[in-house]
């Protein structure tokens, strides 16, 4: 986990915990609570943070799980000093998630209620998983009863919630094998008003693709039917891996399946020798060679240099376009080189290519200098 992010999450959070919780409980013992959670804490990265701070919830709350959680989530609403940079301030929460999943399986109707309300102040995505497993049946139902609910927070714990392959989180091994429950909850979601929650629909089938690709294709033909621009976006995004992994199903789907008639010209990588922190432009013209016109599907790759000497390309979406017989197009893209969470850069010469219609054309290199 980022460095940063696990400072966002510092020392100070069981103590904002403790006095939220002191202030509907004047019997919690915070001192005993903050010390706990404080022991082995600055050692520990971003989640298991939370998961310690949970335990020590456990310890310190009433053994009997129904008072303890009500005391928990009644806690939440109260006023408090925590204020974190990068939307981290939610991230107070995360022990409330823990503890509910850690702790909370044997009481399932507590715990969905107390699910229901954390999930609007920060997430339940993770704690609903095990739920899932646990109680399938009663947790779809509920689930499917959640995607009318008026909180867009709610509808998209839904769709996140059930992802198979949802990061941070162990990945949910039934629905991999047969997607046909979520399919079922996501159908319910696929127009909801919220851009916040057809991304995560998109993100859903996306997880179900690359386990079930023709159930994905599947999907995303019957979804286009008659679509507003609101479901092609969903739709384009949901096949975003598929695409990048030039998949004739999803490319078939978007109607680019066939072999582009293309010529690129103006191609331009520059600088040509650039270093760590810069950005990087890249552009070129796309003309349309074929008889007639057609739909087109670009992006680009970059070969990025690895820690070990390897390249291994990444994907930039860049945008599917119609061109008339002859027409011509300029692209582009500026690509920052600064370190990210997500992306370490190396020194060496990083390869650049077009992806037209899933087939690799090349367009040149540059060189990273550390």
Do not use: C
Not at 9 to 21: C, D, H, Q
Not at 253 to 266: I, P, R
Request: hydrophobic residues 40%; positive net charge; aromatic residues 8%.
């Amino acid at each position: 986990m980022a460095e940063l992010l696990k400072n966002q999450f510092g020392s100070n959070i069981p103590k904002v915990i403790a006095e939220m919780l002191r202030a509907v409980d004047s019997s919690f013992p915070a001192k005993a609570f903050v010390k706990d959670s404080l022991d082995g804490y600055d050692a520990l990265e971003l989640m298991p943070r939370g998961r310690h701070i949970a335990k020590a919830l456990h310890k310190h709350l009433p053994s009997n799980y129904e008072q303890a959680i009500t005391l928990l989530m009644t806690s939440i609403s109260q006023p408090h000093t925590h204020g974190a940079n990068m939307g981290m301030t939610s991230f107070m929460f995360m022990p409330h998630m823990f503890f509910i999943r850690d702790f909370g399986l044997d009481n399932f109707e507590a715990s969905m209620q107390a699910q229901y309300v954390l999930t609007q102040r920060f997430t339940a995505e993770f704690s609903i998983r095990p739920f899932i497993e646990r109680y399938p049946q009663e947790t779809l139902q509920r689930l499917k009863l959640w995607t009318q609910d008026p909180s867009h927070h709610v509808r998209r714990l839904v769709s996140e919630g059930t992802r198979p392959r949802l990061p941070w989180a162990g990945r949910l091994r039934e629905f991999q094998k047969n997607p046909q429950p979520v399919l079922g909850l996501l159908e319910l979601l696929k127009d909801d008003p919220e851009l916040y929650v057809r991304r995560s629909v998109a993100n859903n089938l996306n997880d179900i693709g690359k386990d079930n690709p023709e159930q994905l294709f599947a999907t995303a033909q019957r979804w286009l039917h008659d679509a507003s621009h609101e479901r092609r976006w969903l739709v384009q995004h949901a096949l975003r891996s598929s695409i990048k992994r030039g998949e004739p199903g999803a490319l078939n789907v978007m109607g680019v399946g066939n072999a582009a008639q293309v010529e690129l010209s103006d191609i331009t990588v520059t600088p040509a020798r650039a270093r760590s922190g810069e950005s990087v432009v890249i552009s070129f013209v796309v003309t349309n060679t074929a008889a007639d016109a057609q739909r087109v599907l670009v992006d680009f790759q970059i070969h990025y240099v690895k820690a070990s000497g390897q390249s291994k390309p990444k994907v930039f979406k860049l945008k599917t376009i119609d061109l008339a017989k002859g027409q011509s197009l300029t692209l582009g893209k500026k690509v920052t080189l600064a370190e990210l969470t997500t992306r370490k850069h190396y020194a060496g010469v990083h390869v650049v290519e077009a992806l037209i219609n899933g087939r690799v054309m090349p367009l040149g290199s540059f060189q990273l200098l550390m």
